[in-house]
Every structure is written in structure tokens, then in C-alpha cells.
């Protein structure tokens, strides 16, 4: 469990979790708005897919050469 302290004095308001929250802290009267962070995906991102695979990662301009003159 996580405590839940106000973002203005820091006094603890309550402890557990939550997906949102709001709640006016009785010592100074800040009203709190708490929303619980997303998880970090599992999925492959593209730039993480070329090295997984051992290859190189894609470039649009790999092996190109300038035109002469």
C-alpha cells in the first residue's frame, strides 16, 4: 500500500491504492487530485524491433551516395 500524503503540506491523508483521487486535505485545504501512473508497456517499440533481431537499424538514407559534380 502506498501512503497519500498532500501535494502542499505533506500530511499523510490516507494509505492504499487508487486508479484517481480527489480529496481536500483538513489541515490546509488543498484539494488534491490524484491519478495513478500507466504501467510501463511489454510491447517492442520499432527502434527496439532491428536490435533484437541482430541486424542494423533501418536508416531512409543507409548506402546512398552523393550524385558526382
Known amino acids: ?8 503540506c505533506s500530511r499523510k491523508l490516507g494509505e492504499g491504492e487508487y486508479i ?3 480529496i481536500k486535505c483538513p489541515r490546509c485545504g ?8 500507466r504501467p510501463i508497456s511489454a510491447r517492442h517499440r520499432a527502434s527496439d ?6 541486424s542494423k ?3 531512409p538514407l543507409a548506402g546512398r ?3 558526382p559534380g
Open 65 to 67: 551516395q552523393t550524385s
Open 30 to 37: 488543498t484539494l488534491n487530485h490524484l491519478r495513478a501512473m
Open 49 to 54: 524491433i532491428g536490435a533484437t533481431h541482430g
Open 1 to 8: 500500500m502506498h501512503d497519500i500524503r498532500c501535494g502542499n
Open 57 to 59: 537499424p533501418y536508416h
Open 20 to 22: 484517481t483521487l480527489s
